[in-house]
């Protein structure tokens, strides 16, 4: 009996446990989307519905050319990221020499501060190599970033019988090119879909890391810190920050499906 008690007792601090936990991260998110929509802006409390701040944000043409400029950086390093990440959890299935060395390199771009990375890599472009500030340079910067997530994603949703079905078809006579373009690539498109998508969220979302490189073409967060920074959040940064979020979410609840689908097939 009081081992049942105890079970319960720790069941439900686990739950409260787990309530607390989905507060703390997603009630500031609720409060930028509430906030977006009050006429009254960011006061409390709320005075009637409003699409206002949604209506300024887009006649905004400042805003509108870092969200163009984020998305575009953002395609440029997914593609670059998809074709690195998808080679290098390929070689990862088997034995080679370095292995632990490169997966030790990988994890750098990972712990590395973003601050610190982007003044490196000020240093190395700009001071070094003489380079002038734009956009572009930011590319090979958020690579390092989004390479390793990308390959880890990659490795945990490859399927199964991968390896099975690559070696029937190599006593069936296909050639490594053949299979690796009617059997592999086929099954792990799904999860390469996935870390692609995944890639394309962090760049997108990545400002520490390309701030001291982009010079007068800031990227959408970028162009939000500066804003913030120069006087306090308008309501039109918690309409963008509304719509980025749900996007951004919507994003990695289609990557995590395809990935687990990939696994799965």
Request: hydrophobic share 55%; net charge positive; charged share 10%.
């Amino acid at each position: 009996m009081s081992q049942w008690i105890q079970r319960i007792h720790i069941g439900t601090v686990l739950k409260v446990y787990a309530f607390l936990i989905g507060v703390y991260v997603f009630l500031p998110l609720l409060s930028v989307i509430g906030f977006s929509f009050n006429s009254g802006g960011l006061t409390f409390p709320f005075l009637e519905f409003t699409t206002r701040w949604y209506t300024e944000l887009l006649n905004s043409p400042e805003m509108i050319a870092a969200i163009v400029r984020s998305l575009q950086l953002a395609l440029v390093v997914t593609v670059i990221t998809t074709v690195i990440s998808t080679a290098t959890a390929l070689a990862y299935r088997r034995d080679f020499w370095g292995q632990k060395a490169l997966l030790y390199v990988l994890l750098v771009g990972i712990i590395t501060p973003g601050i610190t990375y982007g003044v490196g890599a000020t240093l190395l472009f700009n001071q070094t190599l003489g380079l002038s500030k734009q956009l572009w340079l930011a590319v090979p910067v958020h690579v390092v970033w989004t390479v390793p997530f990308a390959v880890i994603v990659l490795l945990a949703g490859f399927p199964p019988h991968l390896a099975q079905n690559e070696r029937a078809a190599k006593m069936m006579g296909a050639s490594r090119l053949t299979r690796f373009r009617e059997v592999t690539l086929p099954q792990i498109m799904p999860t390469v879909l996935g870390a692609a998508v995944f890639a394309f969220t962090l760049s997108y979302n990545e400002a520490t890391r390309g701030l001291l490189l982009i010079g007068q073409d800031m990227t959408m967060p970028i162009r939000i810190f500066s804003i913030a920074s120069s006087r306090r959040a308008t309501p039109e940064l918690f309409a963008l920050g509304s719509l980025t979020t749900i996007v951004s979410v919507l994003l990695l609840v289609g990557a995590g499906a395809l990935v687990v689908y990939g696994s799965k097939r």
